[in-house]
């Protein structure tokens, strides 16, 4: 046995066993264990933001870690924007990077870069094991690491002779710590603030935005006068019908603003005190409100769920009678294809425990707001903001949840960055249905623009907003990747193109030209 | 003025003209200061990786280096890969990475990053100024910075409230160090070195590699008995017909062995000692011969012109009769497509005073040779080894040099990484056809696979370095970007095909199945 069997035995024996890769000549002992250890699922992306991107949405829809196969220095560095949108949505994520081996790195041959110093500010664990006897029990703690509350980013360093050198056998999977639990006074802290009466938003993430913490967090709203938010962008939030309802803060700060006035207590489960997206002249940065006092329930790292149920049974909050959403479709649009008709039409044909995976930006906020009381569906966002995870994301979605349906709004602009994550979802032969929403512009940019106060902008500022020109055609995009690819011109001939690509297994695109 | 203002005007007042980019909101004063600064060109990347790949172009060809503005952490790390190479073929490059306001950045909101971190690993240079009224100063800084021998990477991280703050003026440009030149008695050395008579190599990359210091090279050759070698990649090289032959350092570690076999001084010329490009198990790194001396004629930041031309006329070379390739283009090639119909075809009707962007890897390497003894022409290669340069390199030569036709030659898997490219060129109507080399593989990956000793690969590692499932179709994939395109299916097409591109104006791309 070679180190890289021993570190695949390893993987799987932990239970990771999906890999997406895109692999070099330093990553070659690796490839080939895969036939040695065939429960490994391995996963060929294009570009390596693909592959980060994709273990995200898996890690999102599992809570487990995929591995991510990347090449050297730019292998990782090309992967990193998916990264970081990944740690924002506290995606327990392991990162593989293959090296030079550890002898040949002082002759500086062209591929080398200081791996290391490339990771660490995106990595919470970060080990370069030097030899291949050790790299099964590194391995071991990099699982353990990426699971460690609330998901963290663990990166392995791999080189090459570590990666063909001899060793002995598998490690046993190392126990991550669980969740830290809420002590009671905390919990009879906010209790108490809660019974005082006063204006009160519960803002939530993370694992509060699980389901049973949903339903907690419901009763609370009942027993008193809190309201719920979640944060503008979250890693996955069930909803729809069936679902509790839970306010979703706004992106522009004056919205933002508007939501929490009058607030005196603002509660935070699962996250910290808002901030605006981007600073603007003359604006503050916090959007907590004057005169409100911020009361920490539970860190993202803490057990949100329990603490949540914890508070609504100190509260004596019912169990029963709990408000769910009520599933109200938009009616079937007809006429013109714009936002609002994109919106009814998803909203209307959305299939049941589809997931949601809205990277739509300007053009899709009112699909967000059209399916907030549709089908059942888990909504998975980008949290970090580095646009170009949607695509991937759907890619990883639908390797972990092979029995649903996933639905992508995507943004033209923001497409682009990872459109290679077309061609894996042909070779896995996903269920992705991917709605291009092509306004032909870096639409939010043209709404900044204002915004901070650039006044001085005139046409050759915004011709760098604007991708009309050449006019990208995404039907053709898509079948150069293999992707059966439509252009619907009215809104009834979205509707069946939608139910059409739902119906039939594999991806499908649909570009809806707004 | 503000901030922004100063930084524009600054740039241009430094010759600095042209800005490559994909900004967000945290730039968007730098985008409204362009209708303040008409001459700073900019130019719109779909992705970063096509961005700092263009200016590494822009830079080879012109010598000086262009702007790059990317978005934050993610933009600057989908960035890096291509940064990476630009370093390795020692360009100039000048980021600008736009970050929050100052301010604003304790609040960590989703965007935040440690962008210094980042950077850090691939910049020489690196400034965070924080007082809009020093930025000017701080720009003329970087600019220096990047112009300092033999060619250096400037990060300037631009928070959005030193960009929107006021400021009064540019600042002066500042005058980046020359080249040191090499003393006296260390050419002397060399010279004595070689009129030993024993087997001698002279060594060549970076400003070793222009016209003058290769007739220099060339006169040494014909009075010694030293060969001449460029490292097996290089930033830009004049060959073809006219030009002083150089030979290249093989790829393979044996083939670079066979190269150097027998040799007793090795002279380097703006690069340092040979090593193999990947570590294999059992083979050296070094390519050094056993008995063979190493000297240091020039380092790549040295005066690599003056010190070759020293030592000619030290070794009393004669500046007359200097051997030059004879045109010698491959007669035009019939019947099928295969690499090396392509590389005859290529050979036959390269233009006069083309740039061969060559990133065709296996099946391009045919070509590389065919092209030797063809028009003259500058030969640009991927210095870093990170794949997904070549199409992004064309931009940035095609902006630099109007006036002449841009072959990229690109190999399938490679062009997947910055497809977004070709985008680029039709916004800009840039002169560039782009030749895929469609073998569906990583091809050198299934060479690399069994040189490593990865001897249990079986279907399931095989499977990793094939990208025949679904088929890439290129043609489609062009058009989508608004590129005319087409897939000739003999090499007289292919010959037909390339000089309709070479005669129209704009892009055009030719899938190659092979």
């Known amino acids: 046995m070679n180190g890289a069997q021993s570190l695949l035995e390893t993987l799987v024996g932990a239970d990771i066993d999906v890999c997406f890769m895109n692999p070099g000549t330093s990553e070659m002992h690796f490839v080939a264990a895969l036939d040695a250890v065939p429960r490994m699922r391995s996963i060929l992306g294009l570009f390596e933001g693909v592959v980060t991107g994709a273990a995200d949405g898996y890690a999102r829809m599992t809570g487990r870690p995929a591995v991510n196969l990347l090449h050297l220095g730019p292998g990782l560095t090309n992967s990193l924007a998916n990264v970081h ?25 062209p591929l080398t870069s200081d791996i290391q110093g490339l990771a660490r500010p995106l990595s919470d664990w970060l080990r370069t094991p030097l030899r291949a006897d050790n790299l099964a029990q590194v391995a071991a703690e990099a699982v353990s690491a990426a699971l460690t509350p609330p998901g963290k980013v663990a990166t392995l360093i791999l080189p090459a002779d570590v990666s063909w050198g001899p ?59 809190a309201r719920l938010f979640s944060d503008t962008f979250v890693g996955r939030l069930p909803r729809g019908a069936g679902r509790p309802v839970i306010s979703r803060l706004g992106y522009f700060a004056e919205r933002a603003e508007q939501d929490l006035r009058g607030t005196r207590h603002l509660i935070l489960v699962g996250t910290k005190a808002p901030a605006a997206f981007f600073a603007y002249p003359g604006k503050p940065s916090s959007l907590v409100p004057e005169g409100c006092t911020v009361h920490h329930l539970a860190a993202p790292e803490e057990d949100c769920v329990e603490a949540l149920e914890h508070l609504a049974d100190e509260l004596g909050a019912e169990r029963s009678g709990v408000r769910l959403c009520e599933l109200q479709r938009a009616p079937r649009p007809q006429g013109a294809l714009d936002a609002r008709s ?59 949840c092979p029995d649903r349906k996933v639905l992508c709004l995507e943004g033209d602009g923001s497409a682009m960055y990872t459109i290679q994550a077309l ?88 570009e809806c030209k707004i």
């Open 85 to 109: 949108n990944a740690r924002r949505a506290y995606s327990p994520m392991l990162l593989i990077v293959g090296d030079h081996a550890t002898y040949h790195k002082r002759f500086d041959a």
């Open 167 to 225: 060793a002995e056998r598998a490690a046993k999977p190392i126990a991550p710590p669980a969740a830290a639990r809420v002590d009671s006074p905390r919990v009879s802290a906010i209790a108490r603030v809660l019974k005082s009466g006063e204006p009160a938003v519960l803002l939530m993430n993370g694992t509060a935005l699980r389901e049973p913490a949903l339903l907690a967090a419901e009763r609370i709203a009942r027993k008193t006068s």
């Open 342 to 400: 994109i919106a009814a039409a998803i909203s209307a044909v959305l299939p049941d425990h589809a997931i949601l995976v809205d990277e739509g930006n300007t053009d899709g906020s009112l699909t967000s707001i059209a399916t907030t009381s549709s089908a059942p569906h888990d909504w998975l966002l980008n949290t970090g903001g580095s646009i170009g995870l949607g695509l991937p994301l759907a890619v990883g979605a639908a390797v972990a």
């Open 423 to 510: 061609w894996t979802m042909v070779r896995e032969q996903l269920d992705v249905t991917t709605v291009i929403l092509a306004n032909r512009s870096y639409r939010i940019l043209n709404i900044e623009l204002g915004r901070v106060g650039a006044s001085s902008a005139g046409p050759r500022a915004k011709d760098m907003l604007d991708i009309s020109r050449p006019e990208l055609d995404f039907v053709s995009l898509a079948r150069g990747m293999g992707v059966p690819a439509s252009a619907p011109r009215t809104a009834e001939e979205l509707c069946s193109e939608l139910e059409r690509a739902f119906h039939e297994p594999g991806p499908h695109l649909i």
